[in-house]
C-alpha cells in the first residue's frame, strides 16, 4: 500500500504529519476524522459528499476484478469499509454486475459487520441482458439484491444505465427509447419498485444514465409521477462544457445538471475522474496546478469541482487503494469550493485536453516502416511534446491570447519541419492502415494522422 500505509500509521497512532506530497502526487499526513463535508437527501438523509463507489475493488491477484480469474480481498475490503466510515463516508454505491457479480456480496459482508444506520447503501436494477426483461425476472434481480447486501431495505434503489442500446431476445438491435421502455416501462418494474418505495423498502428511487439524452429528457419527463429522489451523472470539468460522444454521452453534464436542479432532485455524479484521465494530467496542466496549490493532488481538483456545486449530493469514487481513499477523504474533509479564477483554470484545462489528447504512442516502431514514409512515431511524438509542454492553441483562442497562440503556433510548426521533414509528414499518409495491426497501443494511426493533419493546416 506504499505511502498509504505511512498516512494511516499516523492516524491510528495519533502522530500529525506536516503534510508533504508523494511522487504520485498525493498529500500524506493527517486524514481528518469529523471533518467529512455532509449534503442532506431528499428525506433529510446526512450524505457525505464522498461516496464510497465498488465497481472494482481490491483482489487478491492484485488486478482490477475485470479479468476472468480472481478473488476479491475480503479482508483489504473490511479494512477499507471500515476506515472510511471511521473517516465520515456514509453513502457506498454497487450493483448486481459489478466485480463479475461478487461486489454486492462483497459490501453485504463489509458492511453487515456495522450498525444499519451507519452507512446507506445504494444499489442497482441492473437487467440488462434481453432474458431478464421479464417482470418476473428482473424482481429475482431486486431481491437477490437484498440478500447479498444482507439488508431487509435499501436507501437508493437505480434504474441502472438508462440511455443505453441492447438487442432483443431475437437479435434485433433496439434503439435507447425502446430498450428503456423493454427494460422498465413495458414491463412494470418502474411501477414494481415505486410500490416497494410506497412499502418503505425502497427509501430513494432514482435512474442512472449514460447514453441518449433522449432517454434522460423523457425520464425527468415523468416526474411529475414518479417523483425521482436522485439521479446518477457522469460529471467532471471536462464533461461539464465538452462531453465527448466517445465517452459514452451526447450532452454536457451542465445541461443535465440544469435540468436537474430545475426539478430540484439531488444528484450523485460518477467517473469525477474522467475514467482517470483527470488523476494524471499532462506537464503543462500539471504545473499550472501545482502552481495554485503545490500539496494538492491533481485529482483533488478534479473532485473539488464536481463537489462544489451545491446540488451534487454525492460523489462516488472507486478506491481500490488506501492512498485514494485517504486523499479523496482530505479533498472533502472539508470541501473548500472553488473560487472563479480555480473554474476558469479548470474550464481552461478542460479546453486543451479535449481538444488535444495525447496520442499514447511508446515510440516502439513496430509500425514502421511506412509504406509511404510517414515518420509515424516522430509525428506522434513532436506533437505529444507539444501538448505536453503546453505549447498548442486553436485558431478560436487567438483573440482571447494572441501571444500564446502565436507562440504556441510558432513552436508547432517550426518544431515540425525541423524534427519531420516535409516528405514524411501526416499530410503524406493516404490511411492505407497497413501499420494499424502492428501497434501494440492500438492506436488508429491513419485518425490520428488526420486528426495531428488537421490542426497543422488550422495553424497554417
Ligand atoms: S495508414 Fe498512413 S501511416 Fe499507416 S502505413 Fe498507411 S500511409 Fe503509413
Ligand atoms: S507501433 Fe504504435 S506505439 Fe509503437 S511507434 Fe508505432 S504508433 Fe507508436
Same mark, same amino acid.
Given at each position: 500500500m506504499g505511502g498509504g500505509t505511512v498516512a494511516t500509521a499516523a492516524v491510528l497512532t495519533g502522530c500529525k504529519q506536516a503534510p508533504t506530497a508523494t511522487a504520485e502526487g498525493f498529500a500524506q499526513g493527517e486524514v481528518p476524522t469529523d471533518k467529512m463535508t455532509y449534503r442532506t437527501g431528499k428525506h433529510g438523509e446526512k450524505i457525505s459528499l464522498l461516496g464510497y463507489g465498488c465497481m472494482r475493488m481490491p483482489t487478491i491477484e492484485g488486478n482490477? %476484478?475485470?479479468?476472468n480469474n480472481f478473488e476479491l480481498d475480503q479482508e483489504q475490503i473490511n479494512r477499507l469499509t471500515d476506515y472510511a466510515i471511521e473517516h465520515g463516508v456514509t453513502l457506498f454505491d454497487t450493483a448486481p454486475p459489478y466485480c463479475k457479480g461478487r461486489s454486492e456480496h462483497a459490501m453485504g459482508i463489509a458492511l453487515s459487520?456495522?450498525?444499519?444506520?451507519k452507512y446507506y447503501l445504494s444499489s442497482k *436494477?441492473? @437487467?440488462? !441482458? !434481453? @432474458?431478464?426483461?421479464s417482470r418476473e425476472e428482473s424482481i429475482k434481480i431486486y431481491h437477490n439484491t437484498l440478500k447479498e447486501l444482507q #439488508? $431487509?431495505? #435499501?436507501?437508493f434503489m437505480m434504474l441502472h444505465a438508462i440511455g443505453g442500446t441492447s438487442k432483443d431476445l431475437s437479435g434485433r438491435e433496439l434503439s435507447p427509447m425502446e430498450v428503456f421502455e423493454a427494460r422498465f416501462i413495458n414491463n412494470g418494474i418502474l411501477d414494481f419498485l415505486m410500490e416497494e418505495r410506497e412499502k418503505g423498502r425502497i427509501r430513494n428511487l432514482g435512474f442512472s444514465y449514460h447514453g441518449d439524452v433522449k432517454v434522460f429528457d423523457r425520464a425527468l419527463d415523468m416526474d411529475d409521477t414518479v417523483h425521482w429522489d436522485h439521479v446518477l451523472i457522469q460529471h467532471n470539468y471536462v464533461d461539464w462544457h465538452h462531453e465527448a460522444v466517445?465517452?459514452? %454521452?451526447?450532452? $454536457?453534464s451542465e445541461y443535465m445538471y440544469n435540468r436537474l436542479a430545475e426539478k430540484d432532485i439531488p444528484i450523485f455524479v460518477m467517473e469525477p475522474l474522467l475514467g482517470g484521465t483527470l488523476a494524471t494530467l499532462n506537464d503543462a496542466a500539471t504545473k499550472q496546478l501545482k502552481q495554485k496549490d503545490?500539496?494538492?493532488?491533481?485529482?483533488s481538483w478534479a473532485f473539488r469541482f464536481a463537489g462544489s456545486?451545491?446540488?451534487?449530493l454525492t460523489v462516488l469514487s472507486g478506491m481500490t487503494y488506501m492512498e485514494h481513499l485517504q486523499d479523496n477523504i482530505r479533498t472533502y474533509s472539508p470541501l473548500k469550493p472553488l473560487n472563479d479564477d480555480e473554474y476558469a483554470m479548470l474550464e481552461s484545462i478542460a479546453h486543451q485536453l479535449s481538444n488535444f489528447p495525447t496520442v499514447p504512442?511508446? %515510440?516502439?516502431?513496430?509500425? *514502421?516502416?511506412?509504406p509511404y514514409g510517414i515518420d509515424i512515431p516522430g509525428i506522434f511524438s513532436h506533437y505529444n511534446k507539444c501538448v505536453n509542454e503546453g505549447n498548442v492553441a486553436l485558431a478560436d483562442d487567438a483573440d482571447a491570447d494572441k501571444k500564446a497562440y502565436r507562440k504556441a503556433r510558432r513552436a508547432f510548426l517550426v518544431g515540425y519541419d525541423h524534427k519531420v521533414p516535409r516528405l514524411r509528414q501526416?499530410?503524406?499518409? #493516404?490511411?492505407? %492502415?497497413?501499420?494499424v495491426h502492428k501497434c501494440p497501443q492500438k492506436i488508429d494511426i491513419p485518425a490520428q494522422m488526420k486528426r495531428i493533419n488537421g490542426y497543422v493546416e488550422e495553424l497554417s
Open positions: 482490477s %476484478g475485470r479479468e459487520r456495522h450498525p444499519r444506520d *436494477m441492473s @437487467n440488462f !441482458p !434481453p @432474458n431478464t426483461w #439488508i $431487509d431495505y #435499501i436507501d466517445e465517452q459514452g %454521452g451526447d450532452a $454536457d503545490p500539496q494538492a493532488s491533481i485529482a456545486q451545491p446540488r451534487i504512442c511508446t %515510440g516502439c516502431q513496430y509500425c *514502421m516502416p511506412c501526416a499530410d503524406h499518409c #493516404i490511411s492505407c %492502415g497497413a501499420c
